[in-house]
């Protein structure tokens, strides 16, 4: 496939060749005892401060405009978070909590995601991640669900499709919980492939092998269900031997990691078992497809609920980021039916 190309640097060109993108409106974004809560980032930025941010200089992300959440959104859902979190917050439905500044916050976390795809593109650097919270793809089209209120992958896809120009983007998820919001976004375009490597049976209860898209979208959402248990070879086998090989047809411009932490064998909320190798794997895996692409690569993070787990696999995929250590090899075998099934998208 033929498009527009942004003016790139060869990838790894640099150690620290990146960018980190956070706000202190994280931990404003008040959930109390909830898995989701503001624990999450001050355990991330603590490991990240002992590793000297990892030759990182983090920066306060931008709010998303009006336009770039209503890109992915519909106006009504913008202005229903708007004016629930204006009234106080409370329980959005029985998993997502909102506070006064949690509007305040999603806004942040869009925003870094679409500020960090635009300046990406420009060539600025090689790969970005946005460490911010509330997290986002559960957000569908209309709805705020499982923990998430906006849907910064998504806007961070949309933003570089309508504004930077780019034909084609690539949304990776290896979240252990399938992310029906950007599925539901991104159903019927053949501009983004979503691939979801996700534990089923799990919530949402999405996610199926069958749900390939509609429309001019069919054959662009790659499911990749695993049972309980799955465990690294699993994983990364399917984004080796199934995902690499898709993307490399699609040709995407932008490579964008919806990067949940939550298969980790510590996390409490799913039953997957990979440990901080196994992100720091697949991280490299995709950087190396980029690379190959000459696509930068944007880390957009999701859920991950042990603090411990969460905060050393995030620190492994920078590592693997901006290193350029080859990832393991997974056995084909382990991506089993999967491969068949991917040949025909």
């Known amino acids: 496939m033929s498009g527009v190309r942004p003016p790139r640097r060869r990838y790894g060109s640099r150690v620290g060749n990146g960018i980190y993108l956070r706000h202190p409106l994280s931990l404003e974004h008040e959930t109390g005892s909830h898995p989701e809560n503001k624990r999450r980032t001050e355990a991330i930025e603590s490991r990240l401060e002992s590793l000297d941010w990892l030759g990182l200089e983090p920066e306060e992300a931008p709010a998303a405009t009006r336009e770039q959440i209503t890109r992915v959104h519909t106006p009504e859902h913008y202005e229903a978070i708007e004016a629930f979190c204006e009234r106080g917050g409370g329980m959005v439905d029985l998993d997502t909590i909102a506070s006064p500044r949690s509007f305040d916050a999603a806004l942040r976390g869009?925003?870094?995601?679409?500020?960090?795809?635009?300046?990406?593109?420009?060539?600025?650097?090689?790969?970005?991640?946005?460490?911010?919270?509330?997290?986002?793809?559960?957000?569908?089209?209309?709805?705020a669900m499982g923990f998430c209120l906006f849907n910064?992958?998504?806007?961070?896809?949309?933003?570089?499709?309508?504004?930077?120009?780019?034909?084609?983007?690539?949304?990776?998820?290896?979240?252990?919980?399938?992310?029906?919001?950007?599925?539901?976004?991104?159903?019927?375009?053949?501009?983004?492939?979503?691939?979801?490597?996700?534990?089923?049976?799990?919530?949402?209860?999405?996610?199926?092998?069958?749900?390939?898209?509609?429309?001019a979208g069919e054959g662009h959402t790659l499911n990749l269900p695993v049972p309980p248990g799955a465990g690294?070879?699993?994983?990364?086998?399917?984004?080796?031997?199934?995902?690499?090989?898709?993307?490399?047809?699609?040709?995407?411009?932008?490579?964008i990691l919806s990067a949940g932490y939550d298969a980790h064998r510590d996390d409490p909320l799913a039953q997957c078992r990979l440990?901080?190798?196994?992100?720091?794997?697949?991280?490299?895996?995709?950087?190396?497809?980029?690379?190959?692409?000459?696509?930068?690569?944007?880390?957009?993070?999701?859920g991950g609920y042990d603090l411990g787990a969460l905060s050393a696999s995030v620190a492994a995929t920078l590592e693997a980021l901006?290193?350029?250590?080859?990832?393991?090899?997974?056995?084909?075998?382990?991506?089993?039916?999967?491969?068949?099934?991917?040949?025909q998208t």
């Not at 679409?114 to 089209?141: K, Q, S, T, W």
């Not at 070879?233 to 080796?240: G, I, K, R």
């Not at 490399?248 to 932008?254: A, G, K, N, S, V």
């Not at 190798?277 to 190959?292: C, H, K, N, Q, V």
């Open 152 to 215: 910064s992958a998504a806007v961070g896809a949309a933003h570089a499709i309508e504004a930077a120009g780019i034909e084609r983007a690539l949304i990776l998820d290896w979240d252990v919980h399938h992310g029906n919001g950007t599925q539901d976004i991104f159903y019927d375009s053949d501009r983004v492939l979503y691939a979801s490597i996700h534990q089923s049976p799990c919530y949402p209860g999405t996610g199926a092998a069958g749900e390939r898209g509609t429309g």
């Open 110 to 143: 869009a925003g870094a995601a679409a500020n960090a795809a635009e300046r990406l593109l420009a060539g600025d650097a090689d790969y970005a991640f946005c460490g911010l919270r509330p997290p986002g793809h559960h957000a569908e089209v209309a709805t």
């Open 275 to 302: 440990d901080e190798a196994a992100y720091a794997d697949m991280t490299a895996t995709m950087r190396d497809l980029a690379g190959e692409l000459e696509s930068p690569v944007l880390v957009v993070l999701e």
């Open 232 to 255: 690294p070879d699993e994983f990364l086998a399917l984004v080796q031997h199934v995902v690499v090989p898709v993307a490399r047809r699609f040709e995407p411009q932008l490579v």
């Open 322 to 343: 901006a290193g350029e250590s080859a990832p393991r090899e997974a056995p084909a075998e382990a991506a089993g039916a999967h491969i068949m099934r991917a040949a």
